[in-house]
Structure formats: C-alpha cells, structure tokens
C-alpha cells in the first residue's frame, strides 16, 4: 500500500469515526426541544373533573330507562349504565357514579373502564399516545370486620 | 534504509497523534456543549409556576363581575365564557388587572417574560368557538393575537425561548345536558 493511500485511508476512518459519534451525541442529547408539557396536576384534574361532572350534566333523565327519556347524547357507554332503573343515586356525580357501580357490583368492571375510556380517550380528551394515567379504587378496611380492597379501573398500560 | 523507516515510524506516529487530539477536542466540545445545553433546558423546565397556572387563572377570573366569571373548579360556563371572550377578544389574556389586588394578573405569570393563549379543543379535535364572532384562541402573542397567528397556521411561540403545553379536563357546561360534555382546556405558554 502507498503512502497517499494509507493517509488518504486514515482520514476516512478519522471522518467516518466523527460522524458516528455526532450522530451518537444528537441521539443522547437531543437539541432543543420546545415542546413541554406540565403533567404534575393531571391526576388531580381528572378526578377533579369526574367529581364534578354530575349525571344529569351529560345525561337526561338518568335513572330512566331509555324509553322513558333517559339519553346520554355524547356517551353511549354512560348512557347503557346511567339509563337504568336500578340506578341508587340519581344526583351523583361521576365519581360517585363509579362508587355506587363498584359497590353495588351492579355491573362487571370492563364497564367502568370502557366508561373512562369513553369519556377521556375516546373523546380526545387525554392522548394515550401521549400520556398513559390509571384511575385505581381504593376501599381501606372498616374496624376489622370487613377488610379493605383495590380495584385497577383504568390502566393504560392494561389491554 | 534505516533512517528512511524511522522517519515513516514517525509521521505515522505525529499523525495518530493529532488525529487522537483533534477528536478528543471535537468530542470534549460536543460533549460540554450538548451537557451544558441539556442542564440549563432541565433548570429552565422547572417552573413551580406553572403547576398553579389553572388555579391562579380561576381565582383571577374570579375578580371579574359575575357574567364574566366562565370558570368555576372543572366546569366552564360556556354562555360566560362568551360574555369574557366578548370583553377580551383583542386583548392579551394578562390584560385582565385584577383592581385590589394591585399588578396580579389575568393568567398569574408576569407579562413581561411570558405571552399565553387560551382555547378549548373539542371531543372530535376540532377547536371549539368561544363567541359568535368565531374566536377560537384568546390572547396574544408577539406575532399579534393567538387567533391570527394560529389561525394561519403559524406556532404562536416561534421566537420565543421556549413553548410550554398544559391542558386541564374541563366540563362544558352550555346549560343543556344533550350538548354539555367534558373537553380538553389548553393553555400555551410562550416563555420570552
């Protein structure tokens, strides 16, 4: 090999050795990325929002049957739990709603998560592709006779 | 011969040499530079300011007379949001100065260093109006209002240090349970 070629040949490793570890640096340090997005009071806000909301905000006549009136316009979802006779509390709110569901076993679980997903994904309300979040019950233990649970109503992460 | 191989041995050996400098150099910039960068970005994210943007916009609408205060907790009243929309369509939202309670303003931010526009998407991702005039985003920016610059499909924070997205579920409440339904509230923030 000649001379010319062996330096010729340095310098190209040299080049190609660089241009790695550039491309190496962007990766692990990506330039400016002005995009933030504040997600430390998201929890607080949806169940915020939930609490908030009542039945009767998003549903007419809740607590009816559909043939008696009882619709959910935006949400079918809501609309096939919160148009049933065997509704309790006909003034709560969503978060209530969900308490009574739960307690009452009234309906299977995959109802209450299909209801969050409805009224959060579904809507657009909160992007999954975005920002994963979980919604989780918890009944603490009441004076030794009844012991405490938890229930996962909402997962991301869960199929 | 002899003579002729060290000197070779050496050019080969000046030459690693540099070569070995010359890349350390390169790297030690890059590495510092993007360090450096990435620190003062994660410094810069941290405003404890911004967790309360919601809170302090309430509590400053909230000084305001009765048919302009649209927002209470999670619910937004849709008929005053367009009474506020009316009274604040060409002006910033940090226009709003809360009388008593001396210089705090409408979004709680110091208008100096921040700019902020205010909308509400809506369930299908459609930006929803908040009068009838067809105004989607309050506020302004340096560009001129939210509504202009987004509206030609310009990012309202271009020149701006940094863009700083927040959202908050909201119910909107139009008074009637068939078209009430919860939407997303966004706030963008544009740092100077």
Request: charge should be negative; include cysteine; aromatic fraction near 10%.
């Amino acid at each position: 090999m000649k001379k010319g070629q062996v330096f010729t040949l340095d310098v190209l490793i040299a080049i190609v050795i660089i241009i790695i570890g550039i491309a190496i640096l962007f990766y692990l340090y990506p330039t400016k990325d002005t995009n933030y997005y504040n997600t430390e009071r998201m929890s607080e806000d949806v169940i915020s929002v939930l609490q908030e909301t009542k039945l009767s905000d998003i549903c007419v006549n809740p607590g009816n049957t559909t043939s008696h009136g009882c619709r959910c316009q935006h949400y079918n979802t809501v609309q096939q739990l919160v148009c049933d006779e065997s509704l309790i509390n006909k003034d709560a709110d969503i978060l209530s709603f969900m308490t009574e569901l739960i307690e009452t076993r009234r309906v299977p679980s995959n109802m209450i998560h299909d209801m969050i997903k409805e009224i959060f994904v579904e809507k657009g309300v909160i992007d999954e592709k975005r920002f994963g979040f979980a919604i989780i019950y918890t009944k603490p233990t009441n004076n030794l006779t009844e012991r405490g649970y938890t229930y996962e109503l909402y997962n991301t992460e869960t199929p | 011969m002899n003579k002729m191989n060290t000197k070779k041995a050496q050019i080969f050996s000046m030459d690693l040499v540099f070569g070995i400098i010359i890349f350390i150099l390169i790297l030690l910039l890059f590495l510092g530079f993007f360090l450096f960068g990435s620190i003062t970005k994660n410094i810069k994210t941290y405003d404890y300011e911004m967790d309360y943007l919601f809170m302090n916009m309430e509590k400053n609408v909230g000084q305001l007379n009765d048919a302009m205060i649209f927002i209470h907790g999670s619910r937004i009243d849709a008929a005053r949001l367009r009474t506020f929309t009316n009274a604040y369509e060409d002006k910033s939202i940090d226009d709003f100065v809360i009388g008593y309670v001396g210089a705090a303003r409408g979004i709680g931010l110091d208008p100096a260093a921040y700019d902020v526009c205010l909308y509400f998407t809506d369930n299908d991702a459609s930006i929803i109006s908040l009068a009838p005039s067809g105004i989607k985003y309050l506020g302004n920016v340096t560009e001129g209002t939210c509504n202009s610059v987004i509206n030609q499909g310009k990012n309202p924070c271009d020149g701006y240090e940094e863009a700083i997205s927040m959202f908050k579920p909201v119910l909107m409440d139009v008074g009637n349970s068939d078209i009430n339904r919860i939407v997303q509230m966004n706030l963008v923030v544009c740092k100077k």
